[in-house]
Nanobody
Framework: QVQLQESGPGLVKPSQTLSLTCTVSGGSIISGLYYWSWIRQPPGKGLEWIGYISSTGSKYYSPSLESRTSISRDTSKNQFSLQLSSVTPEDTAVYYC??????????????WGQGTQVTVSS
């Protein structure tokens, strides 16, 4: 059974870069055809899809966040990571990593991490 776990700082200062890592167990991030995705949920708002890196290494980002987003992977550690630059308090959210069979959309909750709270504040 594939499991995902987010990790990273819970507090980031405005204008800095938010960096999160998702560690995957129970399956390889380079096997099959999957989209290893990042999603977030700001307080009091709905889920927002951020982007993915696929099993083949292709990437796609939400157009609204593309200029500030980078997703990468470390296949030796079976991890993929999110970097979001120039953050503001509006980037405060619970951040989730997930495995999807279809890209460019929020996947079913079958294979999601538990989520990690990130607060942007000075």
């Amino acid at each position: 059974q594939v499991q995902l776990q987010e990790s990273g700082p819970g507090l980031v200062k405005p204008s800095q870069t938010l960096s999160l890592t998702c560690t995957v167990s129970g399956g390889s991030i380079i096997s099959g055809l999957y989209y290893w995705s990042w999603i977030r949920q700001p307080p009091g708002k709905g889920l927002e899809w951020i982007g993915y890196i696929s099993s083949t290494g292709s990437k796609y980002y939400s157009p609204s966040l593309e200029s500030r987003t980078s997703i990468s992977r470390d296949t030796s550690k079976n991890q993929f990571s999110l970097q979001l630059s120039s953050v503001t308090p509006e980037d405060t959210a619970v951040y989730y990593c997930a495995r999807a069979r279809v890209g460019r959309q929020i996947p079913p909750r079958d294979f999601w991490g538990q989520g990690t709270q990130v607060t942007v504040s000075s």
